[in-house]
């Protein structure tokens, strides 16, 4: 149930991010930031808001719409996720062990490139969740063949 309400809270929060993100497009980003850090007290010269703004100078509206389109993707995949696993349905473990497991080997690479505490934190419990699930499949496995082997039949 955690497991999959966490999922419904980062499927929400991508498409909050996606809808943010697709109201940038025909936008000037470096100028919308810039009211932003304004309303929020940031310093302009702080270093990391320069390197932000570096980054987004290039981006265009095309890159906007794709990382619009891709945030809606993965949001609708951990919509599926967390509505799965909240209403207990099988296939949703599996489905959930599939996905979060073919992200991991890119989590563990990008920490290898440039460790972060976020990468850390997201990767750990990544890992937590497929270890979880995997062991809640094998111990209803376990259950089921006990429920149906022939000793406890008698």
């Not at 966490?6 to 470096?30: N, T």
């Not at 007290?41 to 987004?56: A, E, G, I, M, W």
């Not at 376990?142 to 429920?147: D, G, T, V």
């Amino acid at each position: 149930m955690a497991i999959g309400v966490f999922k419904l809270i980062k499927a929400l929060s991508l498409v909050v991010v996606g809808i943010g993100v697709f109201k940038l497009v025909h936008h000037d980003i470096v100028e919308v930031l810039s009211r932003w850090v304004g309303a929020v007290h940031v310093d302009p010269d702080n270093r990391y808001f320069q390197k932000v703004v570096t980054k987004l100078w290039s981006v265009d509206d095309r890159k906007l719409e794709e990382v619009g389109a891709g945030t809606f993707f993965y949001a609708g995949v951990f919509l599926t996720e967390g509505l799965g696993l909240v209403l207990r349905k099988t296939w949703a473990e599996y489905f959930t062990l599939i996905v979060t497991g073919s992200f991991l080997p890119v989590e563990v690479y990008l920490m290898t490139q440039h460790l972060t505490a976020v990468r850390a934190v997201v990767t750990l419990v990544n890992i937590g969740i497929v270890g979880y699930l995997v062991a809640h499949r094998l111990g209803e496995r376990k259950r089921k063949a006990a429920l149906c082997s022939p000793s406890t039949i008698n």
